[in-house]
């Protein structure tokens, strides 16, 4: 069943994100996702993530297709202007990806090009607006296209920022981008699961489904410089504490993922994995949630 | 705002051939907005190259060259002075560089410009505003997000922010923060959720037109 299908009929849904590679080789990294066949409905390919340039999304989600998975391309707005982004989007419906994941985009100084010009031409929402433009059969130019492209639009949201002002902001901005045609979420890596309740209380009103991110915590000192660094995630002391006491650090990094998993059901509607190098071990971590 | 970086007198030194006989013209800027360094960075800069090797016929310190004061005649009256030189070495910005080059010299830059913001020589303080042709002050609580957001987000920020902090600048208070923090004080939050479609990038291209001052038209001459 297709991802669209199996989130309007409010079925439970498992995704997995995957960076392209640095590089020209696919054969082997795209053979090594056999493993999650069947036991993920979609997987999402990063957009240049973390402003760190890699394959194009586009070419390696094709990839993935003809490996028969289902991808989600990301479609970052820092990269490229209006013009690239809708012959992206063009060439993705010929294609046949339809799943569309709108994101912002870290900023390019971020990443391994701090060279590079930030673009921006477009925000999130406009973007996701354009996508709806595009469906019926028309660009942001006014001018018609050949054709309808099917899209499956998506966005992301952080639901658990720093402040109480970024939360408002998310708030209203998630609404803006259902609004402007996003018919998922994706979150930021979740690890405070009442936070995330709590969010999803406010949420639940923009009736658009929403998968929460689960990042495997490899050791102590990843969760810390999450903490640290990354906005928007917060690791609990408790589970640093988890991690550090478990006899085996692999082990211990499966199963809090997979405890965190086990509980998701009753929150929010899916489980987007994010596996930051832990590749190999999301069939043992989707193994200990039992899914 | 102009900043001006001076350079290195190696690197000037490679672009001024030996034994080329080279004119020195400096600009006085405008106090607190920009920093040619004037009189004495020309006295410097003249003495290293001199130690260098090279041959200077002269110098001359100019007032503001962005000045709009500045008519044809009297900025041509001065650059006689440049006489026989083989170029001029233009302790300026970029602006002031272009203007000399009514002179019909070769010129060098002293100075690399390393931002320009707001107008030129005009303003004695930061200008929050892009001058993009179109303004969306009207959903932003008065504060431009095209100014207060790096990404120029229009619609809301990123999810970039720490401790409402800029992801790009961390000393930076993040720009739609700041705006959240004017609406509400405003009574005025609904606003937030007011689409803003995307910018009319083309709104820039007559202003473009419209910056150009009476002395960089006499450079084009």
Redesign the interface.
Known sequence: MLLKEKLERGKLVVTCEINPPKGVEVAEQIKELDSLKGRVDAVAVTDNKSSVMTMSALIFSYFLKERGFEPILNLS??DRN?LALQADLLGAAALGIQNILVV????A??GDHPQAK?V???????LL?TLQILKQGQD?GNNLIKGKPVFFPGA???PV???E??L???L??M??KA??GAKFFIT?PIFDLRALDNFMKRAVKFKVPVLASILPLKSVSMARFLNKNM??IFVPEEIINELGNAPDRVKGGIEISAKLMRSLPGICQGIHLIPAGWEKFLPAILEAARI | MVLLEIRKSAEIFREVDKGRKVFIAACMGWPNFCNPGGEAQLRQIKGELELLGVNFTGSLILDALCNKGWDELSLLKKLRQVGQADLILALTCQVGKEILEASGKKIVPAATTIKVEGFEGLWTEKEPCRLCGECFLDLSGGLCPLYFCPKALLNGPCQGADQGRCEVDRQRVCGWELIYARLRKLDKLEILKIYAGPRDHSEILPLLRLRTSVALAVSKI
Do not use: H, N, W
């Not at chain 1, 921006?120 to 406009?126: I, P």
């Open positions: 707005c820092r209006r912002t985009g870290d900023y100084s971020m930030p921006f031409d477009l925000d999130a929402v406009q607006k942001l992301t949201v952080s920022p720093s402040t002002a970024a408002e902001l998310q209203i901005k609404e803006k609004a402007a930021q906005p928007g």
